[in-house]
């Protein structure tokens, strides 16, 4: 079965500076999908970025970016000149190729901002 | 407008009674899922229907029961609630071959 581990249950970072959380997934898969989810205190899932696993090039939206590893199966990402409006829940996924895979979600890291 | 909808966004009861949270999307997809947050937000899958089938059901107790009238809806009806059903529940959906899953606001249930 495929898990997801994050390590990190909190972190912190100063406004402006970069963080970057971790993660790390199980899988016998060479094809499958691997996603960061952001929760707010607003409890909505927002989709931060994702990444295919066939693909080298590490994904990069804005200030998100991730280093994927796939040998290590390593998904780390990287939040530059940080935001009060970043602060929330990191959730990383992984996803099985296929129509109706199921997201298998990590523990999820909670992100604080300080000022 | 909203893509996956669900409703009520809050619920409170007591235990015992049985209640229904809908899920209804407006996105075309075929595949809709229950996942459950617990008190320590980790989030796990219940169900899962493709083209009103169900496809994945992970170990929850058969008090929990989906049902999915057509490819747009998926409820979740929950009897003789216990204390640690308390939870937030998202529904979400998906269409192949896109990767993304969609979420519902979510449902916090809290059960006295």
């Known amino acids: 079965a495929q898990t997801v581990t994050q390590s990190q249950p909190e972190m912190s970072v100063q406004e402006a500076e970069t963080v970057t959380l971790s993660c790390t997934y199980d899988?016998?898969?060479?094809?499958?999908?691997l996603f960061w989810y952001k929760q707010p205190p607003s409890r909505q899932m927002i989709l931060v970025i994702r990444?295919?696993?066939?693909?080298?090039q590490n994904a990069t939206e804005n200030r998100f970016s991730v280093n994927f590893q796939k040998a290590a199966k390593s998904f780390s990402l990287k939040i530059s000149d940080s935001q009060l409006g970043d602060a929330a829940m990191y959730f990383c996924?992984?996803?099985?190729?296929?129509?109706?895979?199921?997201?298998?979600f990590g523990k999820g890291t909670k992100l604080t901002v300080n000022p | 407008d909203t893509a996956v909808s669900q409703t009520p966004k809050y619920l409170v009861t007591q235990m015992g009674n049985d209640k229904s949270i809908k899920c209804e999307q407006n996105?075309?997809?075929?595949?809709m899922y229950w996942y459950k947050q617990d008190s320590k937000k980790f989030l796990k899958i219940m169900f899962s229907?493709?083209?009103?089938?169900?496809?994945i059901n992970e170990t929850v107790p058969n008090r929990f029961s989906p049902k999915s009238p057509d490819k747009a809806h998926l409820n979740l009806h929950i009897n003789s609630l216990e204390l640690g059903d308390s939870a937030v529940y998202f529904c979400?959906?998906?269409?192949?071959?896109?990767?993304?899953?969609?979420f519902g606001s979510g449902t916090q249930l809290s059960v006295l």
């Open positions: 979400a959906s998906s269409h192949a071959p896109n990767e993304k899953l969609f």
């Open positions: 899988t016998s898969e060479s094809d499958y999908y």
């Open positions: 990444q295919e696993a066939y693909k080298q």
């Open positions: 996924a992984y996803r099985r190729k296929g129509g109706s895979e199921k997201l298998v």
């Open positions: 996105l075309g997809h075929d595949t």
């Open positions: 229907y493709n083209n009103k089938e169900l496809i």
